[in-house]
């Protein structure tokens, strides 16, 4: 039942954010794919955190706009090098 709770409580903590990390990746990409690919990155690093939904929403912010900004650099960087 834990697992559980975890699961859900995570998942709802990420989708609060998924906007917001779509709306970063998209402004440095300026690509709707791009972005995407990004912000599904982004949630999926933030997922493996271990008690991300027990962090105040500052601090989920915070990491979302590092992770989000990170993801969609290396996305850039790939893009540009192919």
Known sequence: MKSTDYF??????????ETYGYQLAYYILQDEDLAMDATKMT???LAQVDEFYNMPAAVQRDLM??????QSMVIKYENLTA
């Open 8 to 17: 859900n409580q995570t998942i709802e903590a990420l989708r609060r954010l």
């Open 43 to 45: 949630l999926l690093a």
């Open 65 to 70: 706009k590092k992770s989000a900004i990170r």
